[in-house]
C-alpha cells in the first residue's frame, strides 16, 4: 500500500507560480515511479510529468513543457510538481500518481495509486 497526500493547491493569477507537494508513505512506496495528473471541469484526468525516486529519468507533457518541472527529495519521501508561468487553462485539481514502472506518457489507467487531489485555479 501507498498513502499520497497532496498540497499546495490555491488561487493564483496567470504568470504566477505554486510549488505543490506530494507526501509518499507505506511501506513500498520508493518502488514506484512518481507522477502529477490533473484533471479539468469536463475533461478527462491527463498527464502532466512523472519521475522516479533518486533522480534520473523523467517525462514532461508537451503541454507543460518548460514551464512546469517535477522534482523529489528522496529524505523527505516527497514529490514537488513546480508550476511557473501560469495560465487560466492550467487550471484543475491535480493528482499525485504513483505507478509501477516509469514510461513516458503514462494514462490514468496505469496508475496504481492516487492521492486526494489539490485544486489550482489560476485567474486571468
Known amino acids: 500500500q501507498v498513502q499520497l497526500v497532496e498540497s499546495g493547491g490555491g488561487l493564483v493569477q496567470a504568470g504566477d507560480s505554486l510549488r505543490l507537494s506530494c507526501a509518499a508513505s507505506?511501506?513500498?512506496?520508493?518502488?514506484?515511479?512518481m507522477a502529477w495528473f490533473r484533471q479539468a471541469p469536463g475533461k478527462e484526468r491527463e498527464f502532466v510529468a512523472q519521475?522516479?525516486?533518486?533522480?534520473?529519468?523523467?517525462f514532461t507533457a508537451d503541454s507543460v513543457k518548460g514551464r512546469f518541472t517535477i522534482s523529489t527529495d528522496d529524505a523527505k519521501a516527497t514529490v514537488y510538481l513546480h508550476l511557473n508561468s501560469l495560465k487560466p487553462e492550467d487550471t484543475a485539481v491535480y493528482y499525485c500518481?504513483?505507478?509501477?514502472?516509469?514510461?513516458?506518457?503514462?494514462?490514468?489507467?496505469?496508475?496504481?495509486?492516487w492521492g486526494q487531489g489539490t485544486q489550482v485555479t489560476v485567474s486571468s
Open positions: 507505506g511501506p513500498s512506496f520508493s518502488y514506484y515511479a
Open positions: 500518481a504513483a505507478l509501477s514502472r516509469i514510461q513516458r506518457f503514462p494514462a490514468a489507467r496505469d496508475v496504481n495509486y
Open positions: 519521475t522516479g525516486w533518486g533522480g534520473g529519468l523523467s
